[in-house]
């Protein structure tokens, strides 16, 4: 039986891949930071990823045929040594152990402002804290495990029947009244459904691909029109989301160019008109 470690198996997409990998017949290892997944039907470890010992330890003993990093940490003072380093690290340790890496990115690598879909080689010119983690994560991964596949996906969202991501909590909170938010109407991005992107990488850990893909759902959208499918989707009244335009220190078209990566995929990933359309 083949063998997985998943990085971040506490987050969303992290969970699901964990999840999908156990039942197609991986021996899963899935890895937490604070918060230990319950009720799974694989083995869940701690792992710090900014521990470079402590990731070397953890590949040494489960000896991964293949890793899927996807543990990240988005803003507060770990983020850089989580996110960058952490990525460094997982990346090194996989090349000694000769295991085949995935590593998952983002499109905020680009500040969105070329105005079309964004492809493989067009530069990263980053514009938030995070976005130039991750870059500086990507630049990384290639340098200490060429071999690697590097992933960038966009806005990751579960839909009707699939764990809920944040995304989708804070627009139905919004709906309900609960917080008081605006929703971008400027900012482009190509959503994809969880398990969709879960099942994308699986297939792409057995191809021999290497260095920056994307892949991301066929569907552009702007932040108020993905919340108000959400809201509706779930049987909410879209119409109490606000919408306006984002602030100047944010990525605004960030479309991705999927087509190299739909090319190889037995079953692209649907559109998000189509998943949440389907829960109204």
């Known amino acids: 039986m083949r063998r997985l470690l998943v990085t971040g198996a506490s987050g969303h997409l992290g969970g699901v891949l964990a999840d999908r990998a156990a039942a197609a017949g991986w021996e899963v290892v899935g890895t937490y930071m604070s918060q230990r997944p319950r009720d799974v039907d694989w083995r869940a470890v701690e792992l710090d990823v900014r521990d470079p ?3 070397a330890r953890l590949l040494a003993d489960v000896r991964p045929d293949a890793v899927i990093h996807s543990a990240y940490r988005q803003d507060g003072p770990d983020a850089w040594a989580t996110t960058a380093d952490g990525a460094r690290h997982v990346a090194e340790a996989a090349a000694r152990r000769g ?15 070329l105005g079309r879909p964004l492809r493989e080689d067009d530069p990263v010119d980053p514009i938030t804290a995070y976005g130039c983690a991750k870059a500086a994560a990507e630049e990384a991964v290639s340098s200490a495990c060429p071999e690697a596949l590097i992933v960038r996906t966009s806005l990751i969202y579960g839909g009707p029947g699939a764990p809920r991501s944040r995304h989708e909590e804070v627009a139905l909170l919004a709906a309900r009244g609960e917080n008081d938010w605006t929703f971008f109407v400027d900012e482009l991005r190509c959503p994809i459904q969880v398990d ?5 990488l699986l297939e792409l850990v057995d191809t021999e691909r290497a260095g920056v893909l994307h892949l991301a759902g066929p569907d552009a959208v702007d932040r108020l029109e993905l919340a108000r499918m959400v809201v509706a989707s779930a049987g909410g009244d879209p119409d109490r989301l606000r919408g306006g335009p984002s602030t100047g220190d944010r990525p605004t078209d960030c479309r991705l160019d999927s087509g190299r990566a739909y090319a190889l995929l037995s079953r692209p990933p649907r559109g998000v008109r189509t998943v949440l359309g389907a829960g109204r």
């Open 53 to 55: 010992d402590a990731v």
């Open 99 to 113: 295991s085949r890496l995935v590593h998952m990115s983002t499109d905020v690598v680009f500040s969105g402002r």
């Open 196 to 200: 969709d992107l879960a099942v994308a």
